[in-house]
């Protein structure tokens, strides 16, 4: 079953809600010039990443290296399918993914979406961490040790996540 999600912009279109201009303008400011259809440089993505992702930017920055490489070195993954950070397809959450390939993992329309339905999975695992631990966690580090065998279970993930997440949060403070 593929699940369609709309994009702020096209929520306030279909719902016609008076902050329509704001939320327009919001996406336009952070995505103009941008071809959705082509995979942006990691600077480009914080860019945009921390309208989206907020405190968690440089996990999903981190995550995105690691899983589909930095700027020029793209994973066959993420320029055929737009998937970003090796997302499988979700037996049950939302998502943006509109298909999945023969071995499961998420294929979406372009990148940004792909952006979009990893900020889901990422509410997902805080809501988790949260209920688990009653409190919010404090970093991406704990955030990394929370994910760690549900994400990914390679010792080398979590060793090269802590490396990589204290890379971005230096270059792109």
């Known amino acids: 079953m593929v699940i369609f999600f709309l994009t702020n912009v096209a929520k306030a279109a279909v719902l016609g809600t008076s902050d329509t201009a704001k939320i327009e303008a919001d996406t336009a400011d952070v995505l103009k010039g941008l071809d959705l259809q082509k995979v942006p440089d990691v600077a480009t993505l914080h860019k945009v ?91 991406e580090f704990e955030m990394i040790d929370y994910m760690f065998n549900s994400f990914n279970h390679f010792d080398k993930w979590k060793k090269d996540m802590i490396i990589l997440t204290k890379h971005v949060k230096k270059r792109y403070k």
């Open 49 to 139: 990443a921390k309208k989206y992702f907020g405190k968690w930017s440089y996990l999903f920055l981190a995550i995105k290296i690691e899983e589909s490489g930095n700027n020029g070195h793209y994973s066959w993954l993420s320029t055929t399918h737009y998937n970003l950070c090796g997302m499988r397809y979700p037996k049950s959450r939302r998502t943006y993914a509109i298909g999945s390939t023969n071995t499961n993992y998420a294929i979406f329309r372009n990148w940004f979406e792909c952006m979009l339905d990893f900020k889901l999975y990422l509410d997902n695992v805080e809501t988790k961490f949260v209920a688990a631990n009653k409190r919010v966690p404090k970093d």
